[in-house]
């Protein structure tokens, strides 16, 4: 495949920080029952937002509350207009809560897309209503990821271990990057980190081989925020610190 030009010319990992071996298999890859407690839905069933509206017993209350889905409704239109050009993509989740802390972090760092390759449900509780907002797309296998990459016009960079590994220190990102993450067991398959325009590694010095991957892909996206950041490219930079407004949910 074609190298971007904005491809790193990054050294490949040093040999004192060795890509860790397939990690033992510590839980079962199932999903486990402690879900049961919390809302699930699979992707189709998402929709709009849904606001419980107060008991309107007088046009104040009523008034109020319509000021407040005006307000909800311009920020949701301000804050997809401020998506940036990049997507955060995750092969063949197992664990529900994964997939929710994911789309939770791809809402704060205003990504275009989350796309979730293979069928999955996924714990709405974890994303804490950032699914709303932030498109999710779903994919059913490996050529309609490629097929919906090209549509999209992404650059794939694989945030796994691979000989080509680039330290994620050392890592400069293409220009529209959907950062693909691999499965809790097995990773990213081979074929796809090779199709990839370059592949990232976050070092790691402790013993337990491997990061939680919600956790690795937050690390990555904020990596590449904090790049642009450095390059005076991010569009708005003093965005990103949450404004308190009082009486509102920050989460509306
Ligand atoms: C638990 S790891 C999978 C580990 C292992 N390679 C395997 O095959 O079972 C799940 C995913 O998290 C991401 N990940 C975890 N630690 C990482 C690291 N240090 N650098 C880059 N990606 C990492 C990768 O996307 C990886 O595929």
Request: hydrophobic share 40%; glycine share 6%; charged share 25%.
């Amino acid at each position: 495949m074609t190298r971007l030009t904005t491809i790193s010319a990054a050294a490949p990992l040093s040999p004192l920080l060795p890509c860790p071996p397939t990690p033992p298999l510590l839980h079962s890859s199932t999903p486990s029952s402690p879900h049961l407690e919390f809302p699930f839905l699979t992707i189709d069933e998402h929709s709009e937002p849904r606001h419980t509206p107060p008991a309107m017993n007088d046009l104040k209350t009523q008034l109020a509350w319509e000021r407040r889905l005006e307000r909800r409704q311009r920020r949701r239109e301000e804050y997809r207009r401020g998506l940036r050009p990049f997507a955060i993509a995750a092969w063949n989740i197992t664990k529900e809560h994964n997939v929710g802390s994911l789309v939770r972090t791809a809402h704060a760092a205003a990504a275009q897309e989350l796309i979730l390759v293979g069928e999955r449900e996924w714990n709405v509780e974890a994303a804490k209503t950032s699914e709303l907002y932030t498109t999710v797309t779903r994919v059913d296998g490996r050529e309609d990821f490629r097929d919906h990459i090209r549509a999209m016009k992404w650059d794939l960079v694989v945030v796994d271990f691979d000989d080509r590994a680039v330290s994620l220190f050392e890592a400069e990102y293409p220009a529209r990057p959907c950062f693909l993450l691999g499965a809790e067991v097995g990773g990213v398959p081979k074929d796809l980190r090779d199709d990839a325009e370059m592949v990232v590694q976050i070092p790691q010095w402790g013993l337990v081989p491997s990061l939680n991957l919600a956790v690795a892909g937050s690390i990555v996206l904020y990596d590449f925020l904090g790049k642009l950041h450095q390059k005076s490219l991010l569009d708005r930079p003093n965005g990103g610190l949450m404004d308190s407004v009082e009486g509102d949910d920050p989460r509306g």
